[in-house]
Every structure is written in C-alpha cells, then in structure tokens.
C-alpha cells in the first residue's frame, strides 16, 4: 500500500473512530485515535487496554500524561524504542468510567464494538510485531483471530498471529506491577526491542541503546535553559526554547541534540517527555508555581551543585547552541516564543499539509529522527 494511500485510509477511518457513538459509557472521552499514535510506516504497534481519564483521555497521546504512561514510556526509552518508530494505540479508543467517573475496564460489548476499528489499523499499518500490554488487549487481539494462551503462559513470547508476531506483555500500570515488577518487564521490553532489531524488512534504525536515554538528555538541556533564567520562565517557554536549541544544533549539523519525541499542539511543539508530572524527577531541583492560570518554574539556590552534572551530558557544542538560543530568544515573551516556533520550516510543514488535505494533524511529529551510531 503507497503511503499517499495509507494516509487517505487512515484519515478515513480517525474520521469513523471520532462519529463513533455506540458505546454510552465513552459520550464525553476523546476518541484517541489519530498522528498522535505514531508513524504509518511503523514495524511495530504497541496495543494497550482502554485510554486513561488522567492520560490520553486528557492528551490524546496514547500512553502518555498518567503513571501508565509514565512508565511505558520510560520502559521504551531504557531499551533503546523509540516513539518515532512504533505506533501506539488501545483495544478500545475511549476511556470507560464507572458511575464515580473514575477509569473502569472495558466491559465486552465495549470490546466488541471497537473491534473493527483495531482490525481496519493493523490492517493499514501492516506491522511486523504486535505487542500487546496486559490482558485486555490480548483478549481482544484473540477475538480477531483466535488463540486459546493466557497472559501468563505466554508473557515474552513470540507467537505467530494473523500472519505476523505477537509478543505479550503486561500493562505497565501500577497495579500490574504487583503481579510483573517494573525489573522484569524491563526484560519484557528488552526482549522486545530484540525482535524489532531482528526484523528483516527494511527500517530506520534505532538509536544507539548504549547512549543515555534522549529522557535523560533532554531532561539536562531543560534543566540548562532553565538555570539561565536567574528569575525562571513559564512551562510553555520551556518547550518553545527547547525546540529552538533542537532547531540550531539540527540547521547547524543535520544531527538532532536528543532525538526526544517532539509533537505539534495547539500552542506549537511539546516535548513528551518534559510533562509537567515528569519535571521533578528530571530537573533536580525544579520549582512549580502557578501564577495567574500558568504554570511558571525556576530552579533552586543549588544551580553551581548542578552545573557540573549538566556538561557531564551536554557536549561542548551542545553548550554552545543552547547559549546562542537562549541569547537570541531567552528574553522573549511566550506570545513572541509562540511566532517564532510556527515560522519554523517543520511547523509550517505541518500547517501547509493541514491546509492541502484538510486533516488535523494535533499530536503529529514535528522533527525528524535520526539514528545515532
């Protein structure tokens, strides 16, 4: 299938996944299905239970934005996968409330409704392994084409399935770590980064697994611009700025500075992994205020104990670009921070595109990847 027409099928069916209605339970939640999940070309579909109230129900970015997806995506990012690469979506596109309004299994008739819509994307995509992640969502892969294994009796197993792999895994929520701590689906996620690398079909290739994690590094180049803001800066500048020290390393070099997973939003490119529930655990030190509705950090007294931590993972040319970014934009206004972002090529690539095919492109990726040997 051409990539022109994977897109125009995709769209179709994001455009059915949005009318759907069928379940009452879901009037109210997003419909997550969209540029958020990932890349049509992608070796590898993750699939997952049900959208989380405090996650994708809120982000529209499966797996992301609740504790979930908290560590789903630093399960992917310890073992080398990155979110450019694979295509992540759920058994079922909405998030199920019980009565209190709090997440709720999906109960079978929820199941059997989204059916069609998993079968129609794998069929698009045409991925080479499917991973599933905890036991709704091999049960519902097992209504498509059956099998008769349990979540226990095949978890890191390869299993041929619909003409392709299937790898179980377990959710990698909180309370499945009681019954599969976070060490062993570490190995779960190693094993599966394994296959992916197995793959003979031609791909791009994964970053370097021996390096840090691009979490780490953009978590250290966050925590630079932030330490050259003496009286701090808002969320929003945080991430505009972060691109823009992306921008002149990648014009500067053709390399990106981290790789981290960069999407368009409303209010222009967002850093997946600098979520705000995320910034204490990357940026020693972070302070979280909310002034007038926004939210506003600064670091703490301790920015010299922190300096040398930084450059341990920031290169001398990395230093550079991000001095040379912040000198030119780090006193403008978030309005300001907001033009200059969409002026560049790679936002209005994305606004170009929208305009021709008439699709939201929300939660699409906006910088390229790029494999680091």
């Known amino acids: 299938m051409s990539s022109n027409n994977k897109e125009a099928k995709f ?23 969209g540029p958020g999940c990932g890349p049509l070309d992608a070796p590898l579909m993750f699939v997952g239970e049900a959208p989380g109230r405090l996650g994708a129900d809120d982000s529209q970015l499966p797996f992301h934005g609740d504790k979930s997806g908290h560590n789903f995506e630093s399960l992917i990012a310890q073992v080398g996968i990155s979110r450019y690469e694979v295509f992540v979506t759920n058994a079922v596109l909405c998030n199920p409330k019980d009565e209190r309004g709090n997440n709720s299994t999906p109960n079978s008739g929820e199941i059997t409704n989204c059916m069609p819509f998993l079968k129609e994307t794998i069929e698009i995509l045409d991925p080479s392994i499917i991973v599933t992640l905890g036991a709704v969502a091999l049960k519902a892969c097992g209504e498509l084409e059956g099998y008769s294994f349990s979540l226990r009796e095949k978890v890191r197993t390869v299993n041929a399935w619909m003409g392709r792999k299937l790898i179980p895994v377990y959710h990698p929520g909180q309370r499945a770590m009681v019954h599969r701590s976070f060490a062993n689906q570490l ?35 966050a925590q630079r611009v932030l330490q050259a803001s003496p009286v701090g800066l808002s969320y929003f500048a945080l991430h505009k700025l972060c691109f823009l020290a992306e921008l002149a390393v990648l014009e500067a070099t053709g390399e990106r500075l981290t790789n981290a997973y960069v999407v368009r939003q409303k209010d222009g490119p967002y850093f997946v992994d ?90 699409s990726a906006v910088l390229p990847f790029l494999s680091k040997s």
């Open 11 to 33: 769209h179709d069916l994001v455009s059915r996944v949005i009318a759907c209605r069928k379940c009452p339970r879901m009037e109210g939640s997003a419909r997550v299905l």
């Open 187 to 221: 190995s779960d996620y190693q094993f599966v980064a394994e296959n992916l690398r197995r793959l003979n079909k031609p791909r791009k290739k994964i970053a370097n697994t021996r390096s840090r994690p691009d979490t780490v590094k953009i978590g250290k180049v």
């Open 274 to 363: 600098l979520h705000l529930t995320k910034l204490r655990q990357l940026i020693p030190g972070v302070q979280v205020r909310s002034i007038g509705g926004k939210a506003m950090l600064s670091l703490s007294g301790q920015r010299e104990l922190l300096e040398g931590e930084v450059v341990e993972i920031l290169s001398a040319s990395d230093e550079v670009a991000i001095i040379k970014t912040l000198e030119r934009y780090g006193r403008m206004r978030d309005d300001e921070l907001k033009r200059v972002v969409y002026l560049s090529k790679y936002m209005r690539a994305i606004l170009r595109k929208e305009r021709q095919t008439g699709v939201n492109l929300y939660n």
